[in-house]
């Protein structure tokens, strides 16, 4: 349930440390998860909802841990999700140290989405090298993207959902069935997320590419993205952004052929998460 594949190593990294030392961090109130100062408890969470904590950081990381704090993609999801969702089971997002390599993940043992730091200095370290204007909303947008793929494969665990697809493409539908319709930041973090998956295609060697491996290739979910994107601006009619929605399709990433079948992809995620959560809807 790793993040990203492509050029990255796959480190599984599950259970590297049987201890954990919580500092008091952010704890987003939903359902129960949070009840006064954040402990031990949350890396073996106990009650319903979504919590989220950070670590002191090892070596560096300071930056990053401040980075997250600053920008609250955590705090901004596990608010999205647990004021929409009704959870039965606690699942913290922590963010900490990895060892170096270390990507985003989503234990089943302890119900942990881990936010390495390293990650977070990563994903903007690419921004900054591709000349990005913003690398640091940017950035932002990515994480806010990882941490919904996270979520869901914690909601497809918690829950005991049963997607009938690929759940690493489920887990990205998911990243855009709850940022798309939340308006221009949402859609600027999944395009963020398309954009930093076709640089990790352009920077992989074609060696490095894994068609059979759990997650589809960078390339294949930059054009995912990009087509969810292109899909729901077709389905609401396009009002005042036609250009930029032209943009997506950049005959590279998305070509036109695949941009004619988006508005029916988007269409049926939407119905598709709508029908796996619907049980669980809060209202
Ligand atoms: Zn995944």
Redesign the pocket.
Known sequence: ???HAGARPRTPGRGRRASVVLVAGACVALATACGGTRSQAAASPTSGGLSVSYEAPARGGGAERDFLREHRPAEKVAEDVGGALRLRKAIAIVGRSCEKGDV???DPETRRIVLCYSYVAEVRSMFERAHDPDPAGRTAGVLTETLY??V??ALVDTLGLAPTGR??DV??QFAAYRLIPRGPEGRAAVLAAADNYAQYARESRPEDVDLGA??PPDAARAANYRCYLYGASEAEGSDGDASSDDDLVDGTVLTEERASLCEGEYGALRRGWDGLLGPYRRG
Do not use: G, Q, T, V
């Open positions: 349930m790793l993040h985003p993940e989503y793929h996270e869901a494969h759940e690493e887990a990205d759990e997650h």
